[in-house]
């Protein structure tokens, strides 16, 4: 009889036979290497219980929202496009993520090649989610703003599980 809340066996297998039992038969293929692991230091994750209090406070901020109707319109190749721009997401969500004591942050690092646009939800418990929204190398001030600014508003709206435009739904 084990417990599974423990490491600890009490049936008359050791350790090692026991985990013979647990173990696949055939050799895992190793995973490609993730292309943004670089920037995070090793073994930083949250833990399970941590990221599910976190989810929780989300899930229980959902129905303070704001209006997350589309505010903004853009002209993209001919056609109209309704969207719910940056300013009017963080005015629909930031207080009751506050209530639920989630923070959002942001940060812009570059890589070669381009930016990497990084938004992340941290929990008071100790929880956080991290969502990266990558851009390939801009000249004018303008468009790297606006890459910017989208980066950000769809990381949120990613992190979050919401459809803020007509396009996303």
Not at 106 to 121: E, H, K, Q, R, Y
Request: with cysteine.
């Amino acid at each position: 009889n084990c417990d599974w809340s423990s490491d600890v066996c009490s049936s008359d297998l050791s350790p090692f036979h026991f985990s013979r039992f647990l173990m696949p038969t055939t050799p895992t293929p190793t995973p490609a290497p993730d292309p943004g692991a670089e920037l995070l230091p090793p073994n930083c994750g949250p833990t399970c219980p941590q990221l599910a209090q976190l989810d929780a406070a989300i899930a229980a901020a959902i129905p303070g929202f704001g209006s997350l109707a589309p505010n903004a319109d853009a002209d993209i190749k001919g056609r109209r496009h309704q969207y719910l721009n940056l300013p009017g997401l963080l005015e629909a969500v930031r207080s009751a993520l506050l209530a639920q004591q989630v923070l959002i942050s942001n940060t812009i690092s570059l890589v070669p090649g381009g930016f990497v646009v990084a938004t992340m939800l941290r929990h008071s418990g100790g929880g956080w989610r991290l969502s990266q929204f990558p851009v390939l190398s801009l000249t004018s001030s303008s468009a790297i703003s606006a890459a910017a600014t989208s980066g950000f508003r769809v990381n949120l709206q990613l992190l979050l599980g919401i459809c803020a435009s007509d396009e996303d739904a």
